[in-house]
């Protein structure tokens, strides 16, 4: 069955570092998203990307946030200058038609 | 604000029984799809079941299923027959058409034995 993949799984980072989330979607999707989930609170929806373009972004998705996919595979989620509220776990989703989303296992991000 | 409610913020179930977990959301729209995710320890999400709002028939999955009332705009997910593997948070999940989904703060099941 065709799967998200998400690296690292867990990624220790300083706090005023950079970090970048990888997320492979499955092959034929059109559509990604990126989520996080601070610890004991509910998943929230950060951006969404299609066609090569941020197609929606919360208030979270600040300008430390960026996303981009560089090589037509990889679906990436940067912060710029990570801050310890951004300790979280991030999941990426991707959707072949906006009907069904595909989760990856998430990578835990603890800043510290 | 379209939101989605789930008011059980922790439930328990016997092994083998059935339980039921309560979900309502807020929509204007009356086009939109409607999910139920587990994620266990292990901090996946995994699909359990989703629900079109067009359909009346109520979705089923093996051990799950969900009563879904338009009208009131409720999703509440029947687990049967329930397992110790079963034990995790669940979360309720709205998604308009063409846009993200909206997720409610999860209800933490226990299963025991």
């Known amino acids: 069955e065709p799967e998200v993949t998400q690296t690292p799984s867990h990624q220790v980072t300083q706090m005023g570092q950079e970090v970048i989330l990888r997320c492979v979607p499955i092959?034929?999707?059109?559509?990604f998203y990126w989520y996080r989930q601070i610890l004991g609170q509910k998943v929230e929806f950060l951006v969404s990307?299609?066609?090569?373009?941020?197609?929606?972004k919360s208030e979270i998705f600040d300008d430390q946030f960026s996303v981009e996919r560089p090589d037509g595979s990889n679906f990436t989620l940067k912060i710029r200058s990570t801050k310890l509220e951004d300790s979280a776990m991030y999941f990426c989703?991707?959707?072949?038609?906006?009907?069904?989303?595909?989760f990856g296992q998430g990578t835990r991000l603890t800043v510290v | 604000a379209q939101t989605v409610t789930q008011s059980q913020p922790e439930m328990s179930v016997q092994e083998a029984e059935t339980v039921t977990l309560s979900c309502t959301y807020d929509?204007?729209?009356?086009?939109?799809?409607l999910f139920w995710y587990k994620q266990p320890p292990s901090r996946q999400m995994i699909l359990v079941i989703r629900?079109?709002?067009?359909?009346?028939q109520n979705a089923t999955e093996n051990r799950f299923s969900v009563n879904f009332q338009k009208a009131a705009k409720s999703f509440s997910l029947k687990i049967s027959d329930s397992q110790l593997g079963d034990a995790a948070m669940y979360f309720c999940?709205?998604?308009?058409?063409?846009?993200?989904?909206?997720f409610g703060p999860g209800t933490r099941l226990s299963v025991l034995p």
């Open positions: 990307f299609y066609n090569n373009e941020i197609s929606e």
């Open positions: 629900q079109e709002a067009y359909k009346q």
């Open positions: 999940a709205r998604s308009l058409y063409g846009q993200n989904f909206v």
């Open positions: 092959s034929n999707h059109l559509y």
């Open positions: 989703a991707t959707e072949q038609e906006r009907t069904e989303a595909f």
């Open positions: 929509t204007s729209e009356s086009d939109y799809y």
